[in-house]
């Protein structure tokens, strides 16, 4: 897999921080699991961090840090144990995304919110929405804009927009000063997961009409 888009760096300054809520955490965890560069940003971003850290003086603990951080752990765990991680040779679902929505893109069970497009929310404990979105061959989503951040990870076809082709492993890392109108290449449909702060911005009447419908 050839990864042409990657997270923006103070994105994953701000992963490796733990500073991302989950919804943004968990695309950032699926594109470090299909590309490789991004792996060797990370790890010397923690790298950094661990340096500046060393730098820092010791301070004294609470008397009951070690308890709260075994809580911590325990309750990350139960998480983490909602949906099973199987090793599925067959599974095209990057391992992070796998406790969400099981390993396999044609198991997972769609709504209909346009002609072609169809979307499957991920209920998470997190201000932000995460989505899938699986969009048909030729397909073109209304240009739109953002009301704050929005990530969008491709898992399976590619689209086309203003910023370039996005495929398999791509990351379309955007802030609220970017508007786009992705357009799917024929042959085959678009299947990407999203987080959003805020709900998008379409252009436009009618399509503002129909976004509390679409629910994108």
Excluded at 87 to 93: F, H, S
Excluded at 106 to 113: G, L
Excluded at 190 to 201: F, L, S
């Amino acid at each position: 897999m050839t990864v042409h888009h990657h997270i923006d760096e103070s994105t994953l300054l701000r992963y490796a921080s733990g500073d991302l809520d989950e919804a943004f955490s968990v695309i950032v965890a699926a594109h470090l699991a299909m590309c490789g560069d991004c792996r060797k940003a990370l790890r010397l971003a923690n790298d950094i961090g661990g340096s500046l850290l060393d730098r820092e003086e010791p301070a004294p603990l609470a008397d009951n840090a070690l308890e709260r951080i075994m809580s911590g752990i325990d309750t990350a765990g139960g998480r983490i144990e909602q949906r099973t991680i199987d090793q599925d040779a067959d599974a095209d679902v990057p391992v992070p995304l796998r406790r969400f929505i099981g390993n396999r893109l044609d198991e997972i069970s769609w709504k209909r919110v346009a002609p072609g497009v169809r979307r499957h929310r991920i209920e998470i404990d997190a201000p932000s929405s995460l989505y899938l979105l699986h969009i048909g061959p030729g397909k073109a989503v209304p240009e739109h804009g953002h009301g704050g951040a929005e990530m969008t990870l491709i898992l399976s076809g590619a689209y086309r927009d203003q910023l370039g082709r996005f495929g398999p492993g791509d990351i379309a890392d955007l802030d609220e000063h970017v508007e786009h109108q992705p357009r799917v290449e024929p042959g085959a449909p678009c299947i990407c997961v999203v987080a959003t702060e805020e709900p998008t911005r379409f252009k436009g009447v009618f399509s503002r009409l129909l976004q509390p419908i679409v629910g994108i």
